[in-house]
């Protein structure tokens, strides 16, 4: 039996990876259930219900404007002031108007899957990535730990391809988890938009631009999980990674924020790793310099730094590719016992 396989069957045998993805399935399962209760089908009656609510409320604005033109002209006739109450003319050119009444306000939220679903891949892929890095990080992890890498080494002395394969299991069923749960999160949303909301405009460029989506989010889930199990090479420890990934992130979002902050650095959010996620998911993200700015001289457009996912691509791909190298480079040189 080859490496691979022996390996890719410990990692599903294991007791956490199967308590995670039973976790991860219920959280996503309870996030659509949830969901599916908040959006309503705008069915005729529906609308009509909220066109009549609309016409209502403009009717009774109509009566209550013309009970103040009434009150205004009444008090003009007795020979008070009522320009400072009541407006110039007593207010008459303030009369409701019916387009003023929208029925859309009346409306109950009805999702729309081509306008919202990308947000939702956004959520998958974040719920998916913390269970990619636990999994990676204490596959690894538990291996040094335990002693369970120097015996492996002792049977299969080749370190680096003991490591690639490990790390080729990880990530492989990563994607297997994220190809399967994926379809069902797609097939579920699109459940809610068919009975519970709309999926109108679905046409084929749609679905290849929410399949194109779905490609970011996975590729930045097994990004995520290759760091995990590398830094947890690094370390010979799960909490390494653990350790390693709280840090970096108040590094980025709290230690950065401050220190651009107090040194008036423009577009200060260009240096934290958030702003990238952002725009490898949004396609791009738009950051705006209100420091340009003289508000005391009237409106102002403040400048822009528009971050591309591109930009994102090779933050995350260098940012990868050095944890990698150094976990590999570390394996062939460190004393194993």
Same mark, same amino acid.
């Given at each position: 039996?080859?490496?691979?396989?022996?390996?890719?069957?410990?990692?599903?045998?294991?007791?956490?990876?199967?308590?995670?993805?039973?976790?991860?399935?219920?959280?996503?399962?309870?996030?659509?259930?949830?969901?599916?209760?908040?959006?309503?089908?705008?069915?005729?009656?529906?609308?009509?219900?909220?066109?009549?609510?609309?016409?209502?409320?403009?009717?009774?604005?109509?009566?209550?404007?013309?009970?103040?033109?009434?009150?205004?002209?009444?008090?003009?006739?007795?020979?008070?002031?009522?320009?400072?109450?009541?407006?110039?003319?007593?207010?008459?050119?303030?009369?409701?108007?019916?387009?003023?009444?929208?029925?859309?306000?009346?409306?109950?939220?009805?999702?729309?899957?081509?306008?919202?679903?990308?947000?939702?891949?956004?959520?998958?892929?974040?719920?998916?990535?913390?269970?990619?890095?636990?999994?990676?990080?204490?596959?690894?992890?538990?291996?040094?730990?335990?002693?369970?890498?120097?015996?492996?080494?002792?049977?299969?002395?080749?370190?680096?391809?003991?490591? &690639?394969?490990?790390?080729?299991?990880? /990530?492989?069923? =990563? *994607?297997? !988890?994220?190809? %399967?749960?994926? $379809? +069902?999160?797609? #097939?579920?949303?699109?459940?809610?938009?068919?009975?519970?909301?709309?999926?109108?405009?679905?046409?084929?460029?749609?679905?290849?631009?929410? &399949?194109?989506?779905?490609?970011?989010? /996975?590729?930045? =889930? *097994?990004? !995520?999980?290759? %760091?995990?199990? $590398? +830094?947890?090479? #690094?370390?010979?420890?799960?909490?390494?990674?653990?350790?390693?990934?709280?840090?970096?992130?108040?590094?980025?979002?709290?230690?950065?924020?401050?220190?651009?902050?107090?040194?008036?650095?423009?577009?200060?959010?260009?240096?934290?790793?958030?702003?990238? $996620?952002?725009?490898?998911?949004?396609?791009?993200?738009?950051?705006?310099?209100?420091?340009?700015?003289?508000?005391?001289?009237?409106?102002?457009?403040?400048?822009?730094?528009?971050?591309?996912?591109?930009?994102?691509?090779?933050?995350?791909?260098?940012?990868?590719?050095?944890?990698?190298?150094?976990?590999?480079?570390?394996?062939?040189?460190?004393?194993?016992?």
């Amino acid at each position: 039996m080859s490496l691979y396989v022996t390996e890719l069957r410990r990692l599903f045998k294991r007791r956490l990876t199967r308590l995670l993805l039973v976790l991860l399935v219920l959280g996503l399962a309870g996030v659509a259930t949830a969901f599916s209760y908040s959006s309503h089908k705008l069915s005729p009656a529906v609308v009509a219900e909220a066109q009549a609510k609309a016409d209502a409320d403009y009717r009774q604005a109509t009566k209550d404007w013309e009970r103040t033109v009434a009150e205004c002209d009444a008090a003009a006739a007795r020979g008070e002031k009522t320009e400072e109450r009541y407006g110039p003319d007593c207010g008459r050119q303030w009369q409701p108007q019916p387009e003023m009444f929208d029925p859309k306000w009346h409306l109950p939220y009805q999702f729309d899957f081509r306008g919202e679903f990308g947000n939702f891949i956004a959520v998958f892929a974040g719920m998916l990535a913390l269970f990619a890095f636990i999994v990676g990080a204490s596959f690894v992890g538990a291996e040094w730990s335990t002693g369970g890498m120097m015996n492996l080494l002792l049977w299969r002395p080749k370190r680096l391809a003991v490591l &690639a394969t490990k790390l080729a299991a990880v /990530l492989s069923a =990563v *994607l297997g !988890v994220s190809i %399967v749960l994926g $379809a +069902l999160w797609t #097939l579920a949303f699109w459940l809610i938009g068919t009975y519970r909301g709309s999926t109108a405009k679905m046409t084929s460029g749609a679905w290849q631009s929410t &399949a194109i989506s779905g490609g970011r989010a /996975l590729a930045l =889930v *097994l990004a !995520v999980a290759a %760091v995990a199990a $590398a +830094l947890a090479s #690094l370390g010979r420890h799960t909490a390494m990674a653990l350790g390693a990934a709280v840090g970096l992130g108040v590094i980025s979002e709290i230690g950065i924020r401050i220190a651009v902050g107090l040194a008036g650095v423009r577009f200060g959010d260009r240096y934290v790793l958030s702003t990238y $996620a952002m725009a490898w998911f949004e396609k791009q993200w738009k950051l705006l310099d209100y420091k340009s700015c003289d508000f005391a001289q009237g409106q102002c457009n403040p400048k822009e730094l528009l971050i591309t996912w591109q930009d994102s691509a090779l933050v995350f791909g260098v940012g990868t590719a050095l944890v990698l190298v150094a976990a590999f480079w570390l394996m062939r040189r460190r004393d194993i016992s």
